[in-house]
């Protein structure tokens, strides 16, 4: 080929290339009615995306817009007449900087909420935005981030809050929202497309059904109702009324390596998911098993899936608390486990320390 031929095409740059690759995606596979991509996932991975979905939650969920705002401490009625008076905007351009999210009612609060994913910090949007706030009661300048940020500050009567992404699906999730179809579809992309890091370490949850223990013990998934946040290891608490030769107690630790909301009979439309939460390629047959095994395939309502590490199993199994002093339990379970019960990994050496 001659060179004139050569520099005639137009260059595509790397960077680009490597963005279509990463854009494309399969939206429906053969022998499905419909897909399993949402809107939400077309967005893309990028911290845009995923503000983007947020504000358009808030904007089209009244609910869920007031739950945020009493999160952030704002005493905002929900009512029809306040939800119409409310403007919200993304990606407004000011001469600080562009926004990314603005929530603002005109006589009572201004919200401005900026947007981090995977590891970005925030620097110097600390202060960037405190001029572009209008002169109401209420002003609160939101940073959420992947990760948790204790920081609390509080400039010229604006207030500063520092949330994770946890914070915001634990809102949802509080206010019983996730049954609308809208809201849930935005918490499933959110936790599934950023991997959200969260500080709930070590779920600890009853397990008696014979048909989970056996998903369990030989597919290393537990299933349970819709739910959302990952917790970093897995702890099954196993109750009087199962199999007396594994007896009471907490008796294994697995590592969760990913969590999928979905319908089982829709299990292999999520394959691509499996295989990046896999560090061994059997991984993915055995949690495919796990999850279609028998009539489990065929049940048509959707469930939260944790995929886990094989299970190690702890020294000496660990009790409820047993006492009935005032307080008892505190930092451990104690009676009926709760949903989402979660300690420490601190707590959990502490309690295998003590009773070794």
Request: charged share 30%; with cysteine; aromatic share 10%.
């Amino acid at each position: 080929m001659e060179e004139s031929q050569r520099t005639d095409r137009p260059r595509v740059p790397v960077k680009a290339l490597y963005r279509c690759h990463q854009s494309l995606m399969k939206l429906k596979h053969s022998q499905r009615t419909s897909s399993h991509v949402t809107l939400y996932d077309l967005l893309g991975k990028d911290e845009t995306g995923l503000s983007k979905a947020f504000a358009y939650v808030l904007a089209n969920n009244r609910n869920a817009l007031f739950a945020f705002l009493r999160f952030l401490g704002i005493n905002a009625r929900n009512a029809t007449a306040k939800f119409r008076a409310v403007s919200i905007e993304t990606e407004r351009n000011r001469d600080e900087g562009r926004t990314d999210i603005e929530i603002c009612h005109p006589t009572s609060f201004h919200v401005i909420v900026e947007c981090k994913v995977h590891k970005g910090k925030i620097l110097h949007q600390r202060k960037q935005y405190l001029s572009c706030f209008r002169d109401v009661p209420c002003r609160v300048m939101c940073f959420i981030t992947q990760d948790r940020d204790t920081n609390k500050q509080k400039h010229d009567g604006i207030i500063m809050r520092h949330l994770s992404w946890m914070d915001v699906l634990d809102v949802f999730e509080g206010a019983r929202l996730q049954t609308n179809v809208m809201v849930r579809q935005f918490m499933m992309y959110a936790t599934r497309t950023y991997k959200m890091k969260t500080q709930r370490e070590v779920l600890v949850q009853d397990l008696s059904n014979p048909k989970e223990l056996e998903r369990y013990l030989q597919y290393s998934v537990y299933r349970r109702d819709v739910t959302f946040g990952s917790p970093l290891y897995f702890a099954p608490y196993f109750t009087r009324n199962v199999d007396q030769a594994i007896g009471e107690g907490i008796r294994y630790l697995s590592r969760v390596l990913g969590v999928l909301t979905m319908k089982p009979c829709d299990i292999e439309e999520y394959r691509t998911e499996l295989e990046a939460f896999a560090e061994r390629p059997e991984q993915v047959e055995k949690w495919t098993q796990g999850v279609s095994q028998g009539d489990w395939a065929h049940e048509k309502g959707e469930y939260t899936f944790y995929f886990l590490d094989e299970p190690v199993e702890l020294p000496t199994p660990l009790a409820k608390e047993r006492s009935i002093k005032k307080g008892r339990g505190k930092n451990w379970i104690a009676g009926m486990i709760p949903k989402n019960r979660c300690v420490t990994f601190a707590e959990m050496v502490h309690r295998m320390t003590t009773a070794s």
